[in-house]
């Protein structure tokens, strides 16, 4: 009979995998843990990290783990047919992650390339919608964002969520758009406003605002072209 100690309600909340994955984030278990954390639950005679000892042992550690079949997962004494699919679809989805390749990033060059990459997607927009491309710096896109839906104004545009979204994507420069519903991109003065605060607080953090253009039907306005930029 297995001896209470071993069962997982008896370990201390703070060594518990998942307690630990939300505390400390997944990087700060072993593979003995984030084992556990996929399995979820072990058996009447045996805690889910003991489970997942047998696992990694059985296997060789990740040597082997990373190639199991279903079939073989299922051979192992508390797995089943459920934990064997889930921890196939786990090693899976994290072999087509390692092998993914990006395909070649759309490059900026001018307000027209800008223009190219979002009309057919803007221009029958019913509501202003206010979008950020986050660039590199060989000015490839690196992130397409819609951050506001509404008509522009200085309090719905916020440097601090636009920003945000550029550092979290490591961005070198952005380029800000918005559609006008109406089909006439000519800027107004609060879209020159925004722009201009933009520029500034962009300025401050490094980040280089290149543009920002207004979709309209099959138009557009390109505030830097205009030299409000």
Do not use: W
């Not at 630990?20 to 399995?39: H, R, T, Y």
């Not at 003991?50 to 190639?67: A, N, P």
């Not at 990006?102 to 206010?130: A, C, N, W």
């Amino acid at each position: 009979m297995t001896k209470p100690s071993t069962m997982i309600k008896n370990v201390p909340v703070s060594e518990r995998p998942r307690e630990k994955m939300i505390k400390n984030g997944p990087e700060c278990l072993s593979n003995q843990e984030l084992l556990a954390v996929l399995l979820r639950t072990g058996s009447k005679h045996e805690s889910v990290l003991q489970l997942s000892q047998r696992v990694l042992y059985d296997f060789d550690g990740l040597h082997l783990l990373k190639e199991a079949t279903v079939e073989e997962l299922q051979k192992i004494k508390g797995i089943g047919q459920a934990k064997a699919l889930e921890l196939r679809a786990a090693l899976e989805l994290g072999r087509r992650i390692y092998t993914y390749q990006e395909g070649e990033k759309y490059v900026i060059r001018s307000p027209e390339d800008v223009s190219s990459y979002v009309m057919e997607d803007m221009r029958f927009l019913t509501q202003e919608h206010f979008v950020i491309l986050c660039l590199n710096t060989k000015n490839q896109v690196i992130h397409r964002q819609t951050l506001f839906i509404g008509s522009l104004n200085s309090s719905i545009v916020h440097p601090r969520e636009l920003f945000k979204e550029a550092l979290r994507r490591s961005a070198a420069s952005v380029i800000c758009l918005h559609n006008h519903p109406s089909g006439d991109p000519a800027p107004s003065n609060e879209d020159i406003e925004v722009t201009k605060r933009l520029i500034e607080c962009g300025h401050l953090l490094g980040i280089e605002v290149l543009d920002h253009i207004i979709i309209g039907d099959r138009k557009f306005s390109s505030l830097k072209e205009k030299g409000y930029i």
